[in-house]
């Protein structure tokens, strides 16, 4: 037998080596002694194999010493006989493309094959790469926050996310003009309907409402794409030309804006029902982390109304983007359906109101993601539908894994969309406190009030949130306490307290096991309550805390009298 593995050049094959000896009481009667032995051998002669050839086949003591000798000469001789052989072959390949080598093309594919290995394997001789335009923009804002350009910066972006305001406000204006004109004329012609119009013209008249509607949207579209990339190349081009001059030319748009006026929109958050801890965890290297529980609504997090250029989460987002010290978000997605699961409108919202000049639209990584979900999703339920065909062939319980319609080769199952626990991840430059957002799917059921256990899918993908978090530098996480975005009138105080002292005790073994496999540690854990809890039931999930993680406290000594 040979083996070979193309590209190192790592050959071996296996000969079969020979000995015979004679017994102890008839030296005309011989053991026949053959074993398998890899070639080229190892550099020790195969000293290893002798004694385990020795231990299996029960030779003789005294033969150790003839064995070995004969092991080595046998392994040296095959070594060079296949050395020359394999030598003899490569040649061959090399001077014309025979001899059945593993080289193709002769000497001139040769080369062009240990070029490319050495290209790909040592930096010395790999071709230089450019530097991509996002890597040199990257590293322009990313030294422009950090110096004393950082206000005038975020005033300028600012001034880009009125601009955006301004247009989707004047959007919005148009298309409810024209619906309402529209629904006036169909409310029109349908009183007259058999009196000066028939239903033909109604039909005439919902088709091209129907294309005025489609036009409107197709021009407004297309206005907001070429207001979004005039609005990303004039901003590059004014962060180079700040940086080289190392300070804001008078006529850009870098140049420090008006003070807003200050709103009256502090109080609301000062509202809030919110708390506080310093954790640890861990037996004996302990980690610090700090959880902070908050009554807080989707709408609140992402709420981007009266948002100014100083603001903290807008100077916190700056500042952090290009570091290893990211800030995460979870949110909730409906599973169900061929269709991709929609965010909830609060972060759609919040992503369209001001432009992203760092990563791409938020419609269109979702399309991104949509695309390249696809195949795994119909592999995944593919195999689904072919577990349950065997289910039901075997004697299964009917109707496993979701059904299969004509079990033992029936028709396939209808393409579905991601399932309950899987989780896709979205890039932002422009939301507040929030540079990656986790959509986890989860299903109608673990919305409803029904119990959730620790191996519920919704659970396993928020380990999946963690570990993700943990190897991609993203130390600070908000999360939905509840695995749920809003109150209902089922969602009793004992169902919340239940369900809150799950999700607690699965974070914390998941952050646990998160830091045990190396990466960025979670420093800030915020746990977002739905608002409209009650004081009490919020008095109870705060308390939750202190029995779940170990909380540190101080240490009150009284004077001695």
């Not at 530097?131 to 322009?140: G, I, P, Y």
């Not at 489609?214 to 940086?243: F, I």
Request: charged share 25%; hydrophobic share 40%; proline share 6%.
């Amino acid at each position: 037998m040979q083996t070979k593995m193309t590209g190192e050049v790592v050959e071996h094959t296996t000969k079969t080596f020979k000995f015979s000896y004679p017994t102890c009481t008839n030296e005309d009667v011989f053991f026949h002694l053959e074993v398998p032995v890899q070639i080229p051998g190892a550099r020790s002669g195969g000293r290893e194999l002798v004694q385990r050839a020795m231990a299996m086949f029960h030779v003789p003591v005294y033969l150790e010493d003839e064995l070995n000798e004969k092991l080595a000469q046998f392994i040296a001789e095959e070594s060079k006989k296949f050395h020359d052989e394999r030598d003899a072959q490569l040649l061959a390949a090399l001077r014309g493309g025979e001899g059945g080598g593993n080289l193709e093309g002769g000497a001139e594919g040769a080369v062009k094959r240990w070029e490319r290995r050495f290209k790909e394997h040592v930096r010395e001789y790999a071709e230089q790469k450019d530097t991509s335009d996002e890597e040199v923009f990257a590293a322009m804002y990313h030294k422009l926050v950090h110096s004393p350009a950082l206000e005038t910066v975020l005033r300028a972006e600012a001034g880009y996310a009125a601009e955006v305001r301004a247009a989707t406000a004047a959007r919005d204006a148009d298309v409810k003009q024209l619906t309402q004109r529209q629904t006036e004329e169909m409310e029109e012609a349908l009183r007259n309907l058999n009196v000066t119009t028939t239903e033909e013209q109604i039909n005439a008249l919902a088709v091209r409402q129907f294309e005025e509607q489609a036009l409107a949207a197709a021009r407004w579209g297309s206005q907001l794409d070429a207001l979004a990339h005039a609005q990303r190349a004039q901003h590059r081009a004014q962060l180079a030309r700040a940086l080289r001059q190392q300070a804001p030319p008078p006529s850009s748009p870098l140049s420090p804006l008006p003070a807003p006026a200050r709103g009256g929109g502090g109080s609301k958050a000062a509202a809030d029902m919110e708390e506080s801890f310093t954790i640890h965890l861990g037996s004996q290297l302990k980690q610090t982390h700090n959880i902070r529980i908050v009554a807080m609504d989707v709408e609140d997090m992402f709420d981007t109304s009266g948002d100014s250029s100083w603001d903290g989460p807008r100077l916190q987002t700056a500042l952090a983007l290009y570091s290893g010290e990211l800030s995460g978000a979870v949110v909730l997605c409906a599973a169900g359906g061929a269709a991709p699961p929609s965010p909830p409108a609060a972060l759609l919202h919040a992503a369209r109101a001001a432009p992203d000049h760092h990563f791409p639209p938020l419609d269109e990584q979702l399309r991104t993601v949509a695309e390249r979900a696809a195949e795994p999703i119909e592999k995944r339920n593919a195999a689904r539908h072919e577990r349950s065909v065997a289910e039901a062939a075997g004697g299964g319980a009917p109707g496993a894994g979701g059904g299969a319609p004509g079990a033992g080769g029936g028709a396939p199952r209808a393409r579905r969309g991601p399932a309950t626990g899987d989780v896709f991840v979205t890039r932002h430059s422009n939301l507040p406190d929030a540079h990656v957002v986790f959509h986890l799917v989860i299903n109608d059921d673990a919305r409803e009030s029904g119990e959730m256990t620790s191996r519920h899918p919704a659970i396993l993908g928020l380990r999946s949130v963690l570990q993700g978090a943990s190897n991609n530098d993203v130390t600070s996480l908000a999360l939905p306490l509840l695995l749920r975005h809003e109150l209902t009138e089922e969602m009793t105080a004992a169902w919340i307290v239940r369900r809150a002292e799950l999700v607690l005790k699965c974070a914390k073994g998941f952050m646990l096991e998160a830091a045990g496999g190396g990466g960025a540690q979670l420093r800030t854990l915020t746990l977002r309550a739905p608002r409209g809890l009650a004081p009490p039931v919020f008095a109870a999930l705060r308390a939750l805390l202190p029995a779940v993680f170990r909380i540190s406290t101080p240490l009150k000594i009284k004077p001695r009298e």
